[in-house]
DNA sequence: GTTCAGGTCCGAT
DNA sequence: ATCGGACCTGAA
């Protein structure tokens, strides 16, 4: 089935290209990704966003995984209450803030550390061909990402063909307590942010930032602030005494709009 | 050859 | 508690 929703609502480009994600591609004229086992396509024409690759019976899926039930004019509007804020959502409106798989995001933002993201998505792309599964119907030969479950029992020595480096390590020990249920994601999901950032943060190579980025881009807590060295340019600048009122409760939406904006105007200064 | 990139760990104060 | 240096890898 196709999903369509208008493009004023949803940016595929501004949302696939803010950094939450690393396994959506552009192509000439749309974006193909894979995420929940499946390969999904994107276009945009004529003021129309299609989403193809839908099975029928997972649209209720697709809307969640896409946000495409939530009206962010409303978020827009609380947020231009500050200059700034509404500068940046003006530049960059249409972001929707993804709910992608817990334990893909997980490993991705570990090693997302102190990385680039060309880089960042080649790992993430041989784990997922090293250990993830064809997806059958699919155009071109694509790799699910393996569920923990999968990766469970597996040594450093095993992802030496990943050439993550010192990352390993934390990956490895991502999987062990995944899996041995020390950290579970349905707890993760029912607790407040600081409790569930305690919790991710048990395990070895998420700090703040990773957890924050977890907590937001897989488990939508919208009051997650992942603070990387993006946001933190911005927050010495803009908002040296901390985050103005209007973001209470959506701090993270605030965080992707200020993330794309001051990405996007230092591309422009750059060139 | 050097530097740098979506941070975190670890050991020294 | 806070702070600085080290860290795999590979592209610029």
Same mark, same amino acid.
């Given at each position: *089935?196709? +999903? ?16 939450? $994600?690393?396994?959506?591609? %552009? ?48 978020? !827009? ?21 993804? /709910?992608?798989?817990?334990? %893909? ?49 597996? %040594? %450093? ?11 390993? /390590?934390? +990956? ?15 707890? !993760? ?7 569930? /950032?305690?919790?991710?943060?048990? !395990? ?8 924050? $980025? ?6 939508? #807590?919208?009051?997650?602030?992942? #603070?990387?060295?993006?946001? #933190? /340019? +911005? *927050? ?36």
């Amino acid at each position: *089935m196709k +999903i369509c929703v208008s493009a004023e609502q949803f940016s595929p480009r501004r949302t696939f290209l803010c950094g939450q $994600c690393f396994r959506w591609t %552009e192509t000439s004229d749309s974006f193909t990704g894979i995420a929940y086992g499946r390969q999904i396509s994107v276009t945009e024409q004529n003021g129309i966003v299609t989403i193809d690759g839908v099975p029928d019976n997972e649209e209720r899926l697709w809307r969640q995984y896409f946000d495409f039930d939530t009206d962010y004019s409303e978020y !827009i509007l609380r947020l231009s209450a500050d200059p700034t804020l509404e500068l940046a959502c003006r530049a960059s409106s249409g972001i929707h803030i993804l /709910r992608q798989e817990p334990f %893909e995001t997980l490993l991705s933002f570990i090693i997302s550390q102190n990385n680039n993201i060309p880089r960042i998505s080649g790992i993430v792309g041989r784990l997922c061909e090293t250990f993830g599964d064809a997806i059958e119907d699919s155009a071109q030969s694509c790799f699910s990402f393996p569920s923990a479950r999968r990766l469970d029992g597996i %040594e %450093e020595g095993d992802l030496a063909p990943l050439r993550a480096g010192f990352r390993v /390590r934390y +990956i490895v020990d991502a999987v062990r307590r995944i899996n041995s249920g020390e950290v579970d994601f349905s707890e !993760i999901d029912a607790l407040s942010l600081d409790k569930a /950032r305690e919790r991710l943060k048990t !395990i070895v190579g998420v700090g703040d930032k990773v957890a924050d $980025c977890v907590l937001l881009f897989a488990f939508h #807590k919208l009051d997650a602030f992942p #603070k990387d060295v993006w946001v #933190k /340019r +911005i *927050m010495a600048q803009y908002y040296p005494d901390g985050l103005p009122e209007c973001t209470l409760g959506i701090e993270g939406v605030a965080q992707q709009y200020l993330f794309d904006y001051i990405r996007n105007k230092t591309a422009f200064l750059n060139n």
